[in-house]
């Protein structure tokens, strides 16, 4: 299965939040809830420099992604995708991906104070090595 599948990217449109999962240095793992951006062919996100998800993903860049959707019966739906984390820096895509984030999520500008993306930030990219769906429709 691949990202650029058409059910993964009509079901990852709908989603506002995925589940980050990094690398803890004592080989735990470390779960959390992110706002994203996905395309064909990567999964984006943002966080801030110095948390420990972020200090997990410059020392092991190996993640795993997960969105999901449904609840109680046998509807539940979703994608893992399996990965490396690679760190953008300022450039063109960087600022392109930034405007994606603002027009997927209108608050992020009150919450930055502004547009810009603040120097204490950081984003990363998420190629996926392997993706797996469930319960999605074709």
């Given at each position: 299965?691949?990202?650029?599948?058409?059910?993964?990217?009509?079901?990852?449109?709908?989603?506002?939040?995925?589940?980050?999962?990094?690398?803890?240095?004592?080989?735990?793992?470390?779960?959390?809830?992110?706002?994203?951006?996905?395309?064909?062919?990567?999964?984006?996100?943002?966080?801030?420099?110095?948390?420990?998800?972020?200090?997990?993903?410059?020392?092991?860049?190996?993640?795993?992604?997960?969105?999901?959707?449904?609840?109680?019966?046998?509807?539940?739906?979703?994608?893992?995708?399996?990965?490396?984390?690679?760190?953008?820096?300022?450039?063109?895509?960087?600022?392109?991906?930034?405007?994606?984030?603002?027009?997927?999520?209108?608050r992020?500008?009150?919450?930055?104070?502004?547009?810009?993306?603040?120097?204490?930030?950081?984003?990363?990219?998420?190629?996926?090595e392997?993706?797996?769906?469930?319960?999605?429709?074709?």
């Amino acid at each position: 299965m691949r990202l650029d599948d058409t059910a993964i990217q009509k079901f990852l449109s709908t989603k506002e939040v995925a589940l980050l999962a990094t690398v803890r240095a004592d080989g735990a793992p470390l779960a959390m809830p992110m706002w994203f951006l996905h395309d064909a062919a990567t999964v984006t996100m943002i966080s801030v420099e110095g948390t420990q998800k972020v200090r997990n993903l410059r020392r092991d860049p190996r993640v795993c992604v997960v969105a999901e959707a449904g609840g109680g019966g046998g509807d539940i739906r979703g994608v893992t995708v399996l990965g490396s984390a690679e760190f953008l820096g300022d450039g063109p895509e960087r600022r392109a991906l930034i405007e994606r984030f603002h027009e997927k999520y209108p608050r992020l500008a009150s919450l930055w104070g502004g547009r810009a993306m603040p120097a204490n930030r950081v984003m990363f990219r998420i190629a996926p090595e392997r993706v797996k769906s469930w319960g999605l429709a074709s």
